[in-house]
């Protein structure tokens, strides 16, 4: 599914429970090499150190640079100086729970409002933009998106921004295909991270998906590995004619009306 030894970059590290860890782990089973972005040196010391599920061997084996998406001259600084890639995962979203997340969706915080949506779409362009001189032809660009077509509870503004992300995903399709490079999304159903859990009502959100999943959703170990499976497909040579595409690894929920009635959910919720 990837070119052996080619070198992929997975920015949004935070710890072990990230997304963007669980790809990188398997750009790793395929072959690649992976250095991971982490926002800043503050925020490795503060999560990534305490994080007890790693092994101090483990830790010290990841390959990390640090990044702010929102500094330009930090993203352009950090592919300048990393030779040539096969492609980036962009794993990163922020939106102030506080604010921008709740049972109201109506807010008058718009300084938090427009940092949410340069965090959380406006990046992938920054990052593409200064990545692209150094990805080999044919290389991918993915980003990790959530149900924007939906309205959801308490979710509020990040929605918006997921829906503005995909949009960004398609215009960068269509700027950077004369450039080679293939540029999609992932839309994953819930999973248990760092982010996940600010987000006010993310466990019911989560119980929903039991009861909105064709197929069984809930093992967040497993349920990861499987976007990540996705996310290295369309980061590498076997996906480069699609482009502009979001892609659900959300176990099917997108595409049914209502919930499952009792006889068609996965045997292990039946009873
Ligand atoms: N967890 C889920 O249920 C779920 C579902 C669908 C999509 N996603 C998306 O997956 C992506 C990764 O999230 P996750 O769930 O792994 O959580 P996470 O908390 O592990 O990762 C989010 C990352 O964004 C980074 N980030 C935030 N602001 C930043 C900034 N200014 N500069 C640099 N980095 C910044 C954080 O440091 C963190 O590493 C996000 O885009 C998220 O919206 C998550």
């Known amino acids: 599914m990837l070119t052996k030894?080619?070198?992929?970059v997975v920015m949004g590290l935070l710890d072990s429970d990230s997304i963007a860890y669980s790809i990188g782990k398997t750009i790793e089973q395929w072959g690649g090499k992976v250095i991971f972005t982490v926002q800043s040196e503050?925020?490795?010391?503060?999560?990534?150190?305490?994080?007890?599920?790693?092994?101090?061997e483990e830790k010290a084996a990841?390959?990390?640079?640090?990044?702010?998406?929102?500094?330009?001259?930090?993203?352009?600084?950090?592919?300048?100086?990393i030779g040539p890639i096969g492609g980036v995962i962009h794993s990163i979203a922020f939106a102030n729970p506080k604010t921008c997340m709740g049972e109201e969706f109506h807010t008058d915080a718009y300084e938090d409002l427009?940092?949410?949506?340069?965090?959380?779409?406006?990046?992938?362009?920054?990052?593409?933009?200064?990545?692209?001189?150094?990805v080999e032809k044919g290389g991918g660009?993915?980003?990790?998106?959530?149900?924007?077509?939906?309205?959801?509870?308490y979710y509020n503004w990040m929605g918006v921004n997921k829906a503005a992300l995909e949009a960004v995903v398609r215009a960068l399709a269509r700027r950077h295909g004369k450039d080679n490079l293939h540029i999609n999304a992932v839309s994953a159903g819930p999973v248990a991270t760092k982010a996940a859990g600010a987000i006010p009502g993310f466990s019911a959100l989560s119980d929903t998906w039991s009861r909105i999943s064709p197929l069984p959703w809930g093992d967040s170990a497993e349920d990861k590995q499987e976007i990540a499976h996705a996310a290295v497909f369309l980061l590498g040579p076997c996906s480069k004619k699609i482009t502009g595409q979001v892609l659900y690894v959300d176990g099917g929920a997108s595409v049914i009306g209502g919930e499952l009635v009792p006889s068609e959910r996965p045997r292990a919720l039946r009873d």
């Not at 965090?119 to 990052?127: E, K, Q």
Request: overall charge positive; glycine content about 2%.
């Open 5 to 8: 030894d080619t070198t992929y």
């Open 114 to 134: 427009k940092a949410g949506f340069h965090i959380s779409a406006v990046s992938l362009a920054t990052v593409v933009r200064y990545a692209q001189p150094h």
């Open 42 to 56: 503050r925020m490795k010391r503060i999560f990534l150190d305490r994080s007890k599920k790693l092994s101090d």
């Open 141 to 153: 660009i993915v980003a990790l998106t959530f149900a924007s077509e939906l309205a959801f509870p």
């Open 62 to 81: 990841l390959n990390i640079k640090y990044c702010g998406i929102t500094i330009d001259e930090e993203v352009k600084t950090l592919f300048s100086e």
